[in-house]
């Protein structure tokens, strides 16, 4: 995983198409000012309602996403948002993963 952190790929996707602070948190629905903690590395990636709103914001294609998904994953310590939405709706995943779980145990 590329050592890129949350912050420095979201000023580069929103440098990349000439967005300011302002322009990206009215279209993501957050403030400036949270924007620019987050951005400042004062504030935590956000929560998962904001990283998909970040992403269509930017208008990120799938791979893009998949990076701010997983670079936000690694400084929150969780499992990238995506991820973790298609497990919850999947149960044959859920016990998959719990078979694995088991299976390594023994």
């Known amino acids: 995983m590329s050592q890129e952190t949350f912050c420095e790929f979201l000023i580069k996707m929103r440098d990349s198409i000439g967005m300011n602070n302002s322009q990206l948190a009215r279209k993501a ?16 990636p956000p929560d998962k309602k904001t990283q998909y709103a970040l992403a269509e914001a930017l208008g990120l294609n799938d791979g893009e996403r998949c990076m701010l998904f997983d670079l936000a994953a690694r400084e929150r310590n969780e499992i990238p948002v995506d991820v973790y ?18 299976k390594g145990i023994e």
């Open 29 to 44: 629905n957050i403030t400036p000012v949270y924007l620019g903690e987050i951005l400042k590395k004062r504030k935590n």
């Open 85 to 102: 939405d298609y497990i919850v709706i999947n149960s044959d995943v859920i016990n998959e993963i719990r078979r694995r779980i088991k």
